[in-house]
Every structure is written in structure tokens, then in C-alpha cells.
């Protein structure tokens, strides 16, 4: 479409939404396309005319983004993406809005379930092959929410004051690195940065532009704008949703020559190129995965993104022809985080209880905390379910967070269970032969109070409609777990480095900077409960032989891992990087690399990573722009952050 044909009133139209999920089409002359929520499976509306979405088209419900990242497998959030694009497809969907890759700042965000890691490489790359999946099936993403949307506490109005170096290091890496992916489409956050909201920040918006060479979208989050003609100055060129008052008074502007018509063209070149876009792949849409692969996806995810924290004396896996008693309000309740990502699956509710005797195990349920309301839970007939612990060979205690406590537009108080769940952990823990913890949770967990009462404790996330078949699937040994947190569990709250930091109604300040999870815990050597990249397996995995060998800018790092056990398995290896002598701060760790290698019984295998120079970057705001300092560097190879292995010392020229 030619933009000169169109008159001032048509083009901002164009600029803002028609309704709530599609745009404008210049009076019919250009392709209407369809956005839809849905990171982690489609959440569309029955009437998308109402706005309250109170009832939404049942879908593939995949375990969160949370869970995902704990994989740490670059292939899954690939295949994931390929899903949700057949979803897309059979939804008639052009656009999904996602993935989020807010870094996980503070432990209480109410979001944290929806976004990947407290560590931008990590984020940043499982975020990349996501987008590549989708896209692949010729549907667009919506990378969001750019950017520091890292609270939920008066996310419309509070400022994040943030420094320069830590803004791109931490805050934009994500998106930097996702970007390779050539996302669509942008969405901007609530906040403001540094004083000036995300919907107007042309600053922002122009290091997306020419920093990272973006050269898609940049739409709003849903009623993100205050002020339509700040926003379209600044660089957002389509205003979500459909908003009466703004299309009033905009149109208002446009007659009386108000509007910046360059800036107007601007936008209104990106709407229509999208909608051109969305037409063309459109017709190169064609499935090709059944509803029981999609399904599959999702229960691969759950079974390789559920992390087992803790084995006293190999209680698990559960031995077969012993009595199991399991109680809960999670074990018998759909957990998941709350929100606009909070899909309504599209199969049954499957309980742990009907989980675990499909697999022919001698299991009893009966309840004791039957509802869990934010912080607060009700507790039933307590008693007879100790009487029926005591008689069990083991007990399964489920636990947890509901969609009503973790949840889009609010921040947790804290992150310990509720009091009634701590306290018959306890009584539990007094009774049971074997006493094993299972966690649905979307964040991290204080456990200070019960964890060394317990034998194990296996932390599920919210595994979405199929995770107690994951669940029971590790339990008995039929999947050995491998996944690996992908935030730090703190000890207690008040440990978390931006819990220190300033913050009031108005602004949060990121004192902490550079001091983000395990940077700082392991930087100032801070005691945790689980370390960053932390998680159990039935195997054991030795490391050994690393080589590191310089091809003119690239480091090829190499060394071997050997399952000693008669258990296949999969490791996730961690590689660190440490600058020996600063030339500016740094933290002691920084994640460069990963690998998740699956490894059959008595087999040894090697693992190649490798680095370039750029990897060995600081971003310096001197020179404005990544630097990077000749020297010495220790690449560290290890387990998880506290848990280094092999160690080597390189010069980087």
C-alpha cells in the first residue's frame, strides 16, 4: 500500500488499534491480523468484542516459561515455539505476544513465572530459539516487555532507576541477543525508565533501532499509553488496544494539523508493512503437528524442566509395591500462574493420585490444606491425614503457590509457603516414614524453616496440564530429572540484593547494579539454599580433560563428562567467565555458555563450547558501546554457579 494515497485521518487510524486484539485496515484495503496472549499456549477469547476475556478457547496448556528455561535446552524452546505456531494456525492467529524476558530481579515479581532467568545469556537464548520456532511456521512473535518491567508494584507509574552500564548488561542484554531471531513485532512495558515511561522513550527505542537493528513494530502494552501523540513522537507505532478517548482526541489533532506528519508516515508504513507481512505468510501457514505431538511437547518440557533439589539417601526413585499416601492442595488442583499468559487447558485436569496409579503404584489421597487464597490457606481434617501418612511408606506433601497469589498485576509478599503449609510440613515430618516435598510453584521459595526435616523435594514450577504425568514419570524413575534452576533460591528474602536497594511508591531504585542473583551471591560469597543452575539427577557425572584452544577470535573450550552410573541421564555443564585483574568492576561469574548433553550409562562424552571475543565484553560508558579489556580471563566450567569443576586460565588479546 502506498502510504501517499492515504489522508491524515486513515493514518491514525492505522497507528491504533481497531478493537482488542486487531488493527485498522484503511477502510478495508489492507489485512487484518489477529494478536493473541498465549507465551505458553494460546489464551484467546470466545467474544473477543469483550474485553474481560472471562472466557477464553481452550488450548495446549505447556508448562511456564519458568519451567522452560529450568530445561535449559535450546531445542525444546524451539520445538515449543514450532507448537505454539501450529496453534497459532489452527487458531487462525497471526501474531502470538510473546515470549517475556523481563529478568527475574526480584524473587517476589508476581510475572516470574512468565519470564526465564535472573541471567541474561540464559534469557536471552532460549528466548532467541523460541522465537525461532514460532516463526518458522510463518506466524510472528511479540517480544515483551521492553524493558525493566521487573515488578508488578504500581507497574503503570513507578519509575526503574537504573544505571547506563547495567541497563544494556542485565536489562536490554535479553533482548539484544533475541533480536538475532528477527522477532516481528516489540511491545513495550508499563514503567517508566529512568524518569520517562516506556510507551514515550524514544532513547530506548532507538538503541532498539540502532543498536540492535530492529527493524519491526514497536506496539504498546495494553493501555501502556497515556499520551498518544508523546508515544508516536517517541517511536511506537501502534497503540493497543482500541481506546475511545485517544482515537477521539487524535483525530481531534490530525484535522487540526497538530500531528508530526513524518512521524505519523513512520508509523503508519510499520502497521501497513506488518499487515503485508502477516497477509503474505499467511498463505504459507500449513500444520503439521497433531494435537498429541503439541501435547507431547508439553510433557517433554515438564519431564526435563522439573528440578529435584534434594535425594537424602536415594528415597527416590519411589519403589514399586509400597504403599504411597499423598496429600495437598496442589496435588489435587490445577496450579499455574495467573494473568493474561493463564491458559485454560484444553485436557482434564490430571491429579498426582490418578498420575501415579497409571503407572500401577499403591497410592491414597485425602486432603488436608484443600485451598490455598494468596498467603493464606484452609486446612481440613489434618489429623487423619497424619493417621494416614504414619501407615504409608511414603508421603507425598504437595505445596505451593496458586494463580491467585503469583499473578499479573501484583508482587508476592514473600516468598515462604503459607504458615499452614509450613507447619504441617512439620507435623508431617513427624510422622512419615518418608517424607518427600513436591513444590508447583512459579518462583523462588524460602524453605530455610522445614527443608532439613524433609527427605526430598522436588520442585515442579507450574508444569502445566499434563505435569503430574511428568511428575509420577520422575518419581518412579521412568525419566531421570535434569533440570536445573535457572534463578537462585536465597536462604531468606531479605538476602536478595535488590531487596536492599531503595524503593518507594513512586520509584524502585537498582542499586545493586551489576550485583544481580548469583553475580552477587558468589561475588561476596552469600550463602543460598539452591545456587543458580542447581539441580539433582539420579546419575552422577564426572567431569574432566578441559582443553581450550584459540582459532584466531574464537575460544574452542572443550573437556569431557562421563556418567558413572548404570542410570542414562543428562548434565547440564555451566560455563563462567572471570576476569583476573578489573579494569572496571565485574562480578566473579558470568554466565557465557551451556550445554545440555544426554549421556547413557558408563558412557563419556565431550562437550564443546565456544567463545568469541566479544564474550569477554564489559559494556563501557565511555566509549558507549561493549569493550573489551586484553588480559586474563579464568573460564570456569561447573555444575552450577557455586559448583566449579574445572578450572583454566586463558589471555585474551
Known sequence: MDISKLNKIQKVKLVMGADFWSNDTADGSLYKFVLSDGPVGLRQPLDKSNPEQKEVIKSVAYPSTQVLSQTWNCDLAKLLGKSIGNDCIEQKVDIVLGPGVNIKRLPTNGRNFE?????????????????????????????????????????HWASMEVDERTLHEIYLKTFEIAMEAKPWTVMCSYNLVNGRRMSENNKLYNVLRNNFKFDGLIMSDWDAVKDSE???????????????????????????????????????????ELAEKCEKESKLRKMDMSINERRNVALKIAEEGIVLLKNENNVLPLKPEKKIFITGDPASRYYCGGGSSQVCPELPFISLEEALKAE???????????????????VGNAKKALEYSAQAEYTILAVGDSANLEFECADREGIKLSKEEEILINDFAKVAKHLIIVVEAGSAIDMSSWIDKVEAVVYMGYGGELGHKALANILVGKINPSGRLSETFPLKLEDSPAMKSYHDSSVMKYDEGLNIGYRYYETFNVPVLFPFGYGLSYSKFEYSNLKIEQIKDVYKVSFDIENETEIDGAEVCQLYIREVVKEVYRPDYELKGYEKIFIKAHEKKEVIIELKRKDFSYYSTYYDEYHVKPGAFDILIGKNSHDIILKERIIVD
Open 115 to 155: 519470564y526465564y532467568s535472573e541471567d541474561p545469556y540464559l534469557a536471552g537464548t532460549l528466548a532467541k530459539k523460541y522465537i525461532e520456532g514460532v516463526q518458522k511456521m510463518h506466524v510472528g512473535t511479540c517480544i515483551k516487555h521492553f524493558c525493566c518491567n521487573n515488578s508488578e508494584f504500581s507497574r
Open 230 to 272: 508523546a508515544s508516536l513522537n517517541a517511536g511506537l507505532n501502534l497503540e493497543m488496544p482500541y481506546n475511545e478517548n485517544h482515537h477521539n482526541l487524535m483525530m481531534k489533532k490530525a484535522q487540526e494539523n497538530i500531528l508530526n506528519e513524518r512521524k505519523l508516515d513512520e508509523s503508519a508504513v510499520k502497521v501497513i
Open 360 to 378: 500401577c503404584y499403591d497410592v491414597q489421597y485425602y486432603e488436608s490444606i484443600w485451598e490455598k487464597l494468596g498467603h493464606l490457606a484452609h
